[in-house]
């Protein structure tokens, strides 16, 4: 089993529709959970941090299920600038341990 | 100015020509890292450093080899570029968890490496 598995996708949406992403870990004392952007030929930036409680930024929901060692993240409303691949990370459970980059999920948000 | 910096932006080489891709950073970062990139593989681990006498092989260090050479500096070299080792090239730095960060990586633009 890979450390971090994502959808496969690609995900192609018309705009404003809400789309869900969806990351498994393999490492259950992983500590650290983030979702990054990446645009083409770009590199990748940080969109968020997720956290045990669940957290909202905007249109950006992400969800931590350590029970399931389960990732999501919810974009509500789509736009066509959303395009882009989004990234699960994930840290390996030490302080001592490299984070871990899944593989990625595409998304195309169609006019 | 950039926080992480990375020469050259693109390069086109040889098989067999050494090469050698540079990253700076002035974000004072202990960690760094080089990964590559290729079409629909995601990104994948070369080498990594968690301070200036670290040195860490990845998931793919083979024909790589890496140089920290100051806390700001981290340089990756291909000794003997081959055709499969082009790529896009990312350094990234980050603080460790627990020092007010949470190891939250920032990575430079990237290297566009040709090799033919």
């Known amino acids: 089993r890979k450390e971090v598995e994502q959808d496969p996708g690609p995900f192609n949406v018309p705009e404003g529709a809400t789309v869900a992403f969806n990351c498994t870990y393999s490492?259950?004392?992983?500590?650290?959970f983030f979702w990054y952007r990446q645009d083409c030929r770009k590199e990748p930036k940080l969109l968020m941090s997720?956290?045990?409680s669940g957290n909202e930024d905007g249109r950006f929901t992400a969800q931590l299920n350590r029970a399931s060692q389960y990732i999501s993240l919810l974009i509500r409303d789509s736009k066509l600038s959303d395009s882009a691949t989004y990234l699960c990370?994930?840290?390996?459970?030490?302080?001592?341990?490299?984070?871990?980059f899944g593989p990625g999920t595409s998304l195309s948000v169609i006019p | 100015d950039a926080d992480v910096t990375q020469t050259p932006r693109n390069r086109i080489t040889k098989t067999g020509k050494r090469i050698m891709l540079e990253c700076s950073q002035t974000k004072g970062h202990d960690r760094m890292y080089w990964y590559r990139q290729d079409p629909g593989l995601g990104l994948r681990l070369i080498y990594y450093?968690?301070?200036?006498?670290?040195?860490n092989k990845g998931e793919i260090s083979d024909g790589y080899s890496v140089s920290r050479q100051a806390q700001a500096k981290f340089s990756l070299s291909l000794e003997s570029a081959i055709p499969n080792q082009t790529a896009l090239y990312f350094c990234?730095?980050?603080?460790?968890?627990?020092?007010?960060?949470?190891?939250?990586?920032?990575f430079g633009p990237g290297t566009r490496l040709t090799v033919l």
């Open positions: 990370v994930v840290n390996g459970g030490t302080s001592y341990d490299k984070v871990i």
């Open positions: 990234a730095t980050s603080d460790p968890p627990g020092r007010g960060s949470t190891d939250t990586q920032y």
């Open positions: 490492n259950s004392a992983s500590q650290s």
């Open positions: 450093s968690f301070d200036v006498k670290d040195i």
């Open positions: 997720v956290y045990s």
